[in-house]
């Protein structure tokens, strides 16, 4: 009897850490529906923790043809002209671009190439963010952050914005 209450605990203590690893794995996850500056859906991206970052799978529609920065900035709001996005998500204090030699800002990503249809699909890992609530560079930081596409691409190199030009489009990131 003792050996079916102890073999009984230990199946019901499996199936409650089962539990709680399965809703874990759905706080891993988030979304960003993206916006123009005249309030129009632009398209949605997913995020989904992997094991070295975040991935994000882009859906993108009506936005120019041309390349164009693609960044994670440090405050969850999208109010055109999207300045309200604040900054590069930088919770290291990093320089600027993908060529720092220092390493860059946790939201520096490639830029996007739009063909001339306007629609885009793509998939890209970030490896300097991440969807744990406990982590230092959190995407689920109190003021939130966002995801902003800018009018001409990034250089890369240019402290502290990559000369991006303005902003076209923003996606506040949801779990």
């Given at each position: 009897m003792r050996f079916r209450t102890v073999c009984a605990t230990a199946i019901v203590s499996c199936l409650a850490f089962a539990g709680a690893m399965a809703g874990e794995a759905k706080a891993q996850t988030a979304k960003a529906q993206m916006k123009n500056a005249?309030?129009?859906?632009?398209?949605?991206?997913?995020?989904?923790?992997?094991?070295?970052?975040?991935?994000?799978?882009?859906?993108?529609?009506?936005?120019?043809?041309?390349?164009?920065?693609?960044?994670v900035?440090?405050?969850?709001?999208?109010?055109?002209?999207?300045?309200?996005?604040?900054?590069?998500?930088?919770?290291?204090?990093?320089?600027?671009?993908?060529?720092?030699?220092?390493?860059?800002?946790?939201?520096d990503m490639p830029n996007l190439d739009i063909p001339a249809s306007g629609e885009l699909k793509l998939e890209v890992v970030n490896n300097a963010v991440s969807l744990d609530k406990a982590a230092a560079n959190s995407l689920f930081k109190p003021e939130g952050t966002a995801l902003v596409i800018h009018a001409t691409v990034d250089d890369y190199k240019t402290d502290p914005t990559g000369n991006a030009g303005g902003r076209i489009a923003c996606g506040v990131i949801q779990p």
């Open positions: 005249e309030g129009a859906d632009v398209g949605n991206v997913d995020l989904v923790a992997v094991s070295d970052g975040v991935l994000l799978k882009v859906a993108l529609k009506g936005l120019p043809p041309g390349g164009h920065a693609f960044h900035h440090a405050v969850g709001k999208c109010e055109p002209p999207f300045n309200s996005a604040g900054g590069h998500f930088n919770p290291q204090s990093k320089k600027h671009g993908m060529m720092a030699a220092d390493g860059h800002h946790a939201g």
